[in-house]
T-cell receptor
Framework: GIQVEQSPPDLILQEGANSTLRCNFSDSVNNLQWFHQNPWGQLINLFY???GTKQNGRLSATTVATERYSLLYISSSQTTDSGVYFCAVGIQGAQKLVFGQGTRLTINP | DGGITQSPKYLFRKEGQNVTLSCEQNLNHDAMYWYRQDPGQGLRLIYY???????QKGDIAEGYSVSREKKESFPLTVTSAQKNPTAFYLC??????????????FGPGTRLTVT
């Protein structure tokens, strides 16, 4: 099956810093989503981005489908950005998402 | 207020007992999913349903059962056959499209502890 790898596994930054999270996948996808899991476990949808670039406030994401990777950018980090960020992909004909192991982001004040 | 609700938030059971987790959505989505998350891990698919009265096994279906009698509801039963049932369970839904792409939305989850 498709493999999804996220890097780095852990990231600790000071408030105000910028960060880049990476998601590599092993096969062609027709769905790619980025989620933020808050301390209570809720998965918040950040981006639905099987290809191209999107921006939402301080967050932006780029997926290069032909090279099988996606990047999530967080600018001017705030302590509320802390949590685990997951990348999940879906493949043609499969009604399911395959998740990476996540990147744990800690933003210190 | 549209969304996905899961109840209860926390659930405690004795080993050997079956337990049913509730998932309801009012998004008018056709497809619904159950995932399991273990500490420090990503999510893994247990079961999914694309339409009422139909469902398919995911990657880790052993020891679980589901039903889909209504579009809005997709309950998950964790049976006594599940060897390691203690986990965080998340329900999701998506609109079924004619194409192959879809976006999934998640409920708040149920933390199950079996002792």
């Amino acid at each position: 099956g498709i493999q999804v790898e996220q890097s780095p596994p852990d990231l600790i930054l000071q408030e105000g810093a910028n960060s880049t999270l990476r998601c590599n996948f092993s096969d062609s996808v027709n769905n790619l989503q980025w989620f933020h899991q808050n301390p209570w476990g809720q998965l918040i949808n950040l981006f639905y981005i099987p290809s191209g670039t999107k921006q939402n406030g301080r967050l932006s994401a780029t997926t290069v489908a032909t090279e099988r990777y996606s990047l999530l950018y967080i600018s001017s980090s705030q302590t509320t950005d802390s949590g685990v960020y997951f990348c999940a992909v879906g493949i043609q004909g499969a009604q399911k998402l395959v998740f990476g192991q996540g990147t744990r982001l800690t933003i210190n004040p | 207020d549209g969304g996905i609700t899961q109840s209860p938030k926390y659930l405690f059971r004795k080993e050997g007992q079956n337990v049913t987790l509730s998932c309801e959505q009012n998004l008018n989505h056709d497809a619904m999913y159950w995932y399991r998350q273990d500490p420090g891990q990503g999510l893994r698919l247990i079961y999914y349903s694309q339409i009422v009265n139909d469902f398919q096994k995911g990657d880790i279906a052993e020891g679980y059962s589901v039903s889909r009698e209504k579009k809005e509801s997709f309950p998950l039963t964790v049976t006594s056959a599940q060897k390691n049932p203690t986990a965080f369970y998340l329900c999701a839904s998506s609109a079924r499209t004619s194409g192959a792409t879809y976006e999934q939305y998640f409920g708040p989850g149920t933390r199950l502890t079996v002792t």
